[in-house]
């Protein structure tokens, strides 16, 4: 069984300053996706990003932006020039491929304060 | 536009009485999936199901039970034999073919028991 662990429970930034998520994953499986949802105030749960394990290059949605480390089993999200908008709860995901019907596995999640 | 929506956004809950929450889509998505989040926690796995007429028991299906007659819906019912049904219901879908894995989220249910 895969696991999903966020070691940060809570993270404050100022507003344009940047932020780094730590996610780590155990798995056996060589192919797998992984994912960042936000979860802010109204609780609805958004996609941030996502990552194919068989892809090296690192994924990048404008100001959110992931470091994969296959090896490390590690998936880090960045948040760059920080927004009073990004104040959400960030959850990592798992889910293992090629499963396309899969199972998400979720760490317990990181709650980003973004302060002015 | 396309999305998910759920129904009710609260509901509460009696002792010994089932109660039904709503889910449904219209982005034509085949799989459709309920899980459960309780504070400081991620999301587990209730039930998913795949293609209509299917569905299969997540990581905590005990207590509840679900139907897949339609497409476009998934309605997730608690029964009075799940003994913590407090928490917030997340009912999500996905194309569920390759390439196409990337699950999206609808609003929400908060179920209360009184």
């Known amino acids: 069984a895969q696991t999903v662990t966020q070691s940060q429970p809570e993270m404050s930034v100022q507003e344009a300053e940047t932020v780094t998520l730590s996610c780590t994953y155990d798995?056996?499986?060589?192919?797998?996706?992984l994912f960042w949802y936000k979860q802010p105030p109204s609780r609805q749960m958004i996609l941030v990003i996502r990552q194919e394990a068989y892809k090296q290059q690192n994924a990048t949605e404008n100001r959110f932006s992931v470091n994969f480390q296959k090896a490390a089993k590690s998936f880090s999200l960045k948040i760059s020039d920080s927004q009073l908008g990004d104040t959400a709860m960030y959850f990592c995901a798992f889910m293992k491929a090629p499963d396309s019907w899969g199972k998400l596995q979720f760490g317990a999640g990181t709650q980003v304060v973004v302060t002015p | 536009d396309g999305g998910i929506t759920q129904s009710p956004k609260y509901l509460f809950r009696k002792e010994g009485q089932n109660v039904t929450l709503s889910c449904e889509q219209n982005?034509?998505?085949?799989?459709m999936y309920w899980y459960r989040q309780d504070p400081g926690q991620g999301l587990r796995l209730i039930y998913y199901?795949?293609?209509?007429?299917?569905?299969q028991k997540g990581d905590i299906a005990e207590g509840y039970s679900v139907s897949r007659e339609k497409k476009e819906s998934f309605p997730l019912t608690v029964t009075s034999a799940q003994k913590n049904p407090t928490a917030f219901y997340l009912c999500a879908s996905s194309k569920g073919t390759p390439g196409q894995e990337t699950q999206y989220f609808g609003p929400g249910t908060r179920l209360l028991v009184l």
């Open positions: 199901s795949q293609i209509v007429n299917d569905f």
């Open positions: 982005l034509n998505h085949d799989a």
């Open positions: 798995t056996s499986e060589n192919n797998y996706y």
